[in-house]
């Protein structure tokens, strides 16, 4: 599998989902008006990479997620959710999956946002909260 | 064309964008673009405000919400309202009440026959309470497929959410197929 890696914009996230290091990454503001185009093609290389899950588990892979946003809109949100459930059924196949979801201190939304997405996908996830950035 | 409905929708326009107190005021036709260059001069603009970070992040939260609604749904006019309205005719402005709250102000062209869906759609979720919001847009979350392009309502009713406030709205006639549909959104920190 290759390395995907996306820039980020002023409005558009910054991705990076390296399969050599089993890391993958969200950045800065993720708002695109058609999500689709912009999250299809991360789903369908995470949807690849559990097709491996199970040789990752004999080798005893630990794959870590970090969620660093500082805002997002609906529809990225709906998208993030199918990525959790892809995590969560990895990390029942048996693999070690460690999502980070860091907020801004006083930015309830934010916390809340991926509490409920721990919810609904039924995995654990780490909040982590960071000062606050501007704006 | 009805002059004298042009001309109260252009007065209800006029009135809001010419109020002093806003911080942001806007009238064109919505696109990817516009979207990014209001929401830069609005995050500039929050940045200068005496408020807290917390009411910031709302503003801002909702306002992405609501452009990306006018934006997918937001339908041109006919030929003959070109010249008046072209494209996808919109506005947007956030007005201060005072210094701990602002009203947020979106308008945008629908069809006759949505006046009567959108009005429900509305007082449904003005009759919810912040609990039953979470849960049904955690429900419509969970059941919308990955390719709708945020239908379903969960936008307004994710603006609802974040308000917390009643949504008011108003429909003024253009004609009887096209309807300017207005809607209110209250920001406060709580």
């Given at each position: 599998m290759d390395v995907l890696k996306i820039e980020p914009t002023r409005h558009k996230a910054g991705v990076l989902l390296d399969p050599d290091n089993h890391y993958i990454e969200f950045t800065g503001f993720s708002l695109p008006e058609d999500a689709m185009a912009?999250?299809?093609?991360?789903?369908?290389?995470?949807?690849?990479?559990?097709?491996?899950?199970?040789?990752?588990?004999?080798?005893?892979?630990?794959?870590?997620?970090?969620f660093k946003l500082s805002y997002y809109n609906s529809a990225s949100y709906r998208a993030f959710l199918e990525m959790f459930h892809i995590f969560a059924k990895m990390q029942r196949e048996g693999l070690k999956v460690t999502i980070n979801w860091y907020y801004e201190a006083m930015d309830s939304s934010m916390q809340e946002g991926g509490k409920d997405l721990s919810d609904i996908a039924k995995i654990d996830i780490n909040l982590i909260e960071i000062?606050?950035?501007?704006p | 064309m009805n002059q004298t409905a042009i001309n109260n929708i252009e007065t209800f326009i006029r009135t809001k964008l010419e109020d002093k107190e806003h911080i942001i005021a806007w009238r064109g036709v919505i696109s990817s673009e516009a979207i990014s260059n209001i929401l830069i001069e609005l995050e500039e603009k929050l940045l200068k405000e005496k408020i807290s970070v917390k009411l910031r992040k709302k503003t801002y939260n909702i306002s992405v919400e609501c452009l990306q609604n006018l934006y997918h749904h937001c339908i041109p006019l006919p030929d003959a309202y070109q010249t008046i309205y072209p494209g996808k005719y919109a506005i947007f402005y956030i007005n201060l009440l005072n210094k701990d709250a602002y009203m947020l102000t979106t308008g945008n062209f629908i069809l006759q026959p949505k006046v009567k869906s959108m009005s429900q759609k509305i007082d449904k979720i003005n009759t919810l309470t912040q609990e039953d919001l979470k849960e049904m847009y955690k429900f419509i979350l969970n059941h919308q497929k990955l390719s709708a392009r945020g239908g379903g309502?969960?936008?307004?009713?994710?603006?609802?959410?974040?308000?917390?406030?009643?949504?008011?709205?108003?429909?003024?006639?253009?004609?009887?197929?096209?309807?300017?549909?207005?809607?209110?959104?209250?920001?406060?920190?709580?």
């Open positions: 912009f999250f299809l093609p991360i789903i369908n290389w995470l949807y690849e990479y559990s097709n491996h899950c199970k040789e990752y588990i004999a080798q005893g892979v630990h794959l870590k997620v970090n000062p606050e950035k501007h | 309502g969960l936008g307004l009713i994710d603006v609802g959410r974040k308000s917390g406030h009643k949504l008011t709205y108003e429909f003024l006639e253009l004609d009887k197929d096209y309807y300017f549909y207005v809607l209110n959104v209250k920001i406060t920190e709580e």
